[in-house]
């Protein structure tokens, strides 16, 4: 519990201005106040506004600083369509060769692709400018990082509908691609699409993923016999026939099993180890987060997916039982706080080995609203509907969002949402949206009386 009070509070006061530890440079903690500074300035009608916006996307000393400026421009698009788009210019240009120091750092090349990926729509004609840049990076850089990759084939996807993943074996068909937008020629070469583990209805982006796991005790409940058949449509994956009265806690757990079942090691050829030289992709990780009144790394960490640990957790998850409320805040921020290192990162929002060894995805799953909050100390507080819950600011969805996207601001990590049952879906849709991630709804009526 000491470990989550102390991370709540370590969020809470960076959030509002406290003083914090700096990395030795400054430059993560000026980040943040450096997009401050230019998101309205993206958004200006003034060319003086616009100019200081350039300057920074083009001074490009400092990956953090730069990284502001990017995502200040992404972050402008996203609130007034257009303003973003009039930077791609700039933001194309941070692709390039002679900006390799700054790529150093994967979180910067994770922001300037998300950023591009915001700045045009399929069919427009900027698109092949984008393609040709990031083909270019992925040309000179040669990539293996499997989130990185997953980024930019995100992007691409996006962008021109392609379904082809993005490496060295597949630049010609890029490169085709961008041909056809001009003078349409010439059979496509041979294409390759992306492949990536299905979990909760979501593809994986990265290799660590962490799972996010609602234990409050309405998780218990029956689903009414009338919404089972809904459900079932839902989720036809499920071992149905083996329980008799399915709850959410139910779902969540055989879920979660299919889930980590789907994260073991991909098939090679025999003989041959899949990950024997520096190019090839670091194996998955996942680690599980339980939350009710309080969370906790219920894997202790990182686990490999291995084929025995694997084999391990889904016995676990399966054994899962429920506690008492809701805690939707811990289990957000012990979710991010999660590092190769550590699971109580006091910034994970631009904590070092965060960014290097956190989380690339997140499944966040639950089946009901906040009724508790790191910074609750009374249950004498009401929530829309009259329901008591905590007295803390992160039991009202507002704020829940707002400190989901700060943490997130610069780390790009990827939310799944799932929502079981009667839940929030406003805030779950909220998560995922801001992260790009995807929402589930599994919403369905309980049996409250059983």
């Not at 450096?34 to 300057?55: G, H, I, M, N, W």
């Not at 090679?268 to 987060?289: C, D, L, M, W, Y």
């Amino acid at each position: 519990m000491r470990v989550i009070l102390l991370l709540a509070a370590a969020c809470l006061a960076f959030h509002f201005g406290a003083p914090n530890q700096l990395a030795a440079d400054g430059d993560p903690k000026s980040a943040f106040a450096e997009f401050d500074r230019l998101l309205p300035l993206a958004k200006s009608a003034q060319e003086a506004d616009l100019a200081t916006v350039r300057a920074a996307l083009t001074d490009a000393k400092s990956a953090w600083l730069t990284m502001a400026a990017v995502e200040a421009v992404r972050q402008a698009e996203v609130d007034q369509p257009g303003t973003g788009k009039r930077f791609l210019p700039q933001v194309l240009a941070l692709l390039d060769e002679k900006h390799k120091k700054l790529h150093e750092q994967q979180i910067f090349t994770v922001n300037v692709l998300a950023c591009l990926a915001s700045l045009a729509a399929r069919g427009d004609p900027e698109v092949a400018d984008i393609v040709k840049a990031i083909v270019a990076w992925q040309r000179w850089s040669r990539s293996s990082v499997t989130r990185l990759r997953d980024m930019a084939d995100r992007a691409l996807f996006k962008l021109t509908g392609e379904d082809c993943t993005l490496k060295d074996d597949t630049l010609a068909f890029w490169d085709w691609w961008v041909v056809q937008q001009a003078a349409p020629k010439g059979d496509a070469p041979a294409k390759e699409s992306r492949t990536a583990p299905i979990i909760f209805k979501e593809p994986m982006v990265g290799t660590r993923v962490v799972f996010v796991i609602d234990l409050s005790d309405s998780m218990k409940y029956p689903i009414t016999k009338a919404d089972i058949p809904k459900m079932r449509e839902k989720a036809p994956n499920l071992p149905w026939d083996k329980e008799s009265k399915p709850t959410a806690l139910w779902i969540a757990v055989e879920e979660l099993a299919r889930s980590i079942d789907a994260l073991r090691p991909p098939k090679v050829q025999p003989g041959r180890n899949p990950r024997s030289t520096k190019t090839e992709p670091e194996p998955r990780h996942f680690a599980i987060v339980t939350y009710s009144h309080e969370a906790k790394v219920l894997t202790g960490g990182w686990v490999e997916a291995s084929h025995a640990n694997c084999n391990s957790w889904m016995k676990q998850a399966r054994a899962l039982e429920t506690e008492t409320t809701t805690n939707i805040h811990a289990g957000l921020t012990l979710a991010f706080a999660i590092s190769g290192k550590s699971n109580s990162a006091i910034n994970p929002e631009y904590d070092t080995e965060c960014v290097l060894t956190g989380a690339h995805t997140i499944v966040f799953l639950t089946d009901g609203y906040p009724t508790w909050s790191n910074d609750s100390t009374a249950r004498d507080a009401k929530d829309e509907f009259g329901n008591p819950t905590g007295n803390g600011e992160y039991c009202k969805r507002d704020k829940l969002a707002e400190l989901a996207r700060h943490i997130n601001r610069f780390r790009k990590v990827v939310i799944h949402t799932v929502g079981i049952g009667i839940h929030d879906k406003a805030l779950m849709a909220a998560f995922a949206k801001d992260s790009g991630g995807g929402y589930t709804d599994w919403g369905c009526s309980i049996d409250w009386k059983k």
